[in-house]
């Protein structure tokens, strides 16, 4: 399950944007907002204690550098793996530096599920809206469905790759805290900026804070 849930839940973002053409950016929103905050709960209650106590003096620098590693990315990417995605103009081809990014970020974020089985339900339920605006986007960009459909697959493969190399090379654990704290990193300036834009205009709104609570709720009992 480690490896299926997130590939799956890209999947099933992808189909269901592409047959059921979603239009109402509402209850995407509520989704996203519930994303980010089980995944910023879960990092925080699960991944962290983690990190802190294998005692490696060095974890907060290595967060820190996930924090600004994933910055970086972002400017590639456009802010994608938060749902951030703008522009309709017309696309001939996959655009590269999206797809890298995203598949850094993605692949990465694969590494600590092999110790934290938890976590491949968490990107699970942050990868769905993402799967589901992404396909939106390169549809309505009129980007080929070849393209669409090798973006969106080898996006999908790419956690699941992360987590059989954490596996599968026993090398990588002697780095364990180190990579899981740089994706501690990645996982708090996504999840808080996930959490952050799904308030326009900063206003409250009980729905949305519903779903915050809910997510932070379900991460407190798995």
Known sequence: MNYLLPL????????FALF???KNKTNLKLLLAFSGSFLLSLTVMHLLPDVYKSNNSNAGIFIMLGILFQI???FFSKGAEHGHVHGHEKMN????????????????????V????????????????????LTTFFINSRLSKKALFAFMLTFAL???????????????????TEITAIVIGILFHIS?????????GHKFNIA???????????AYFI
Not at 8 to 15: D, E, Q
Not at 117 to 130: D, R, T, V, Y
Not at 192 to 200: K, L, Q, V
Request: charged residues 10%.
């Open 8 to 15: 799956f839940s890209v999947l099933i973002g992808y189909s």
């Open 20 to 22: 059921l053409k979603p």
């Open 72 to 74: 970086i990315l972002e």
């Open 93 to 112: 081809h996959i655009p590269w530096l999206l797809f890298v990014s995203l598949c850094i970020h993605a692949f990465l974020e694969g590494f600590p």
């Open 114 to 133: 092999s110790h934290h089985s938890n976590l491949a339900l968490g990107i699970a339920i942050h990868h769905l809206p993402i799967a589901i605006i």
């Open 158 to 176: 790419m956690t699941p790759l992360g987590t059989i190399l954490s596996d599968y090379f026993p090398t990588l654990n002697d780095y364990y």
């Open 192 to 200: 808080s900026t996930i959490i952050f834009e799904s308030s326009e």
């Open 208 to 218: 949305k804070v519903s779903m915050i609570i809910f997510g932070i709720v379900l």
